[in-house]
């Protein structure tokens, strides 16, 4: 009699069609779990499926376990916290011994979860060139000082309370993204951010928040001179911040500034690239402003203001129509300006 035939028997081809009949990620999952050779036709059959992996409740931690044990190679970026859920140690034990080719983390996090993200980074720090940290409650000195030490990091966002440890990310000359924005109930966090970017050559794009940007001391007023976005929201401005000659996208909203109508003055010295605009002044621009902006602004094409409409007179739409078109603003070419009295 010839031995009996079971599913563990089929051919990957066979068996990666009936993964495909399985809808519900867990059956996947069972199904996979129960015979060394079903789950590597799982492993074959997900192939780059789980290239941006985000755990979610939909499996428990021992299956996420197993499902980064069998694709690991393929994971890329791994997503904790928005709908799914937050830091998790069981699934993260999996990831350094079978994630090599990980190179991005985005987590939502608490406090007690802090000795387990900063063991993590140390592990991952030569591979890492992506890392966004939420933090829910206080932001542990020791998290920033290890972030600081992550070389091939090219892009990085911080939120949350934390302190001036956000001095030690000047050592990331690498980075070509940065956000740092800051959540807390007190007042504002003072941030030597020129001094911070000063090492960061090779930074495009900036999105700063809630913070006092520290006035520069020499030598530290350099010219950002790759920054091609920069986003300033309720941010309180020193007296000059550096030239940014390849400035493509600007969001400048309801910034405090040293000196009055420095937000605006630096809007016009560093326009003549700018292409999208989102400004938010309050007290708003006035209308003869918005002419200073337009022929400082050439290659503006995208602008989203908070002024009331009823402030541009006739006399005044009429020039903003002609400065438009001297700036070479065309059917094939044209431009766009959304004005609201709210600011989204």
């Known amino acids: 009699m010839e031995n009996p035939r079971t599913i563990t028997d089929l051919p990957f081809e066979v068996l990666d069609l009936i993964y495909n009949d399985l809808d519900c990620l867990r059956d996947k999952v069972d199904l996979a779990q129960s015979h ?15 290239r941006t992996l985000k755990p979610s409740t939909e499996l428990t931690d021992e299956s996420w376990y197993f ?32 994630c090599p080719n990980l190179k991005s983390l985005s987590t939502d996090f608490y406090t007690h979860d802090s000795k387990s993200i900063q063991h993590f980074l140390e592990e991952m720090k030569n591979s890492l060139t992506s890392l966004t940290l939420n933090q829910r409650d206080d932001f ?24 001036e440890s956000v001095c030690h990310l000047e050592n990331l000359i690498a980075l070509e993204k940065l956000g740092i924005e800051y959540h807390s109930n007190s007042s504002k966090l003072r941030v030597d951010l020129i001094r911070i970017c000063a090492s ?18 020499k030598p530290f007023l350099a010219t950002w001179a790759r920054l091609e976005t920069l986003n300033l929201s309720r941010c309180k401005l020193p007296v000059e911040l550096p030239d940014c000659p390849q400035l493509k996208f600007l969001n ?13 003055k630096f809007l016009l010295e560093n326009g003549r690239n700018l292409e999208t605009l989102y400004e938010a002044f309050e007290p708003p621009i006035d209308a003869d402003s918005y002419l200073e902006l337009f022929r400082a602004c050439p290659k503006l094409r995208r602008f ?17 129509s002609e400065i438009l078109k001297a700036n070479g603003v065309t059917q094939e070419d044209p431009f766009e300006m959304i004005i609201s009295r709210l600011y989204f």
């Open 304 to 320: 989203y203001t908070a002024m009331n409409h009823n402030n541009l007179s006739p006399g005044h739409k009429s020039t903003i």
């Open 140 to 163: 542990p000195f020791e998290i920033l000082k290890v972030v600081s030490e992550m070389s091939k990091l090219k892009q990085l966002s911080i939120r949350g309370n934390f302190d």
């Open 200 to 217: 960061l050559t090779n930074l495009q794009n900036l999105y700063v928040s809630d913070v006092e940007i520290l006035p520069y001391e």
């Open 36 to 50: 060394n050779n079903l789950g590597k036709a799982f492993a074959l059959h997900s192939r780059n499926k789980f």
């Open 67 to 98: 499902l980064i044990k069998q694709c690991g190679t393929s994971i890329e970026e791994i997503c904790f916290g928005g709908r799914g859920i937050y830091w998790n140690d069981r699934i993260t034990q999996a990831i350094v011994p079978n």
């Open 252 to 264: 400048i909203y309801l910034p405090i500034c040293h000196n009055e109508g420095y937000g605006f």
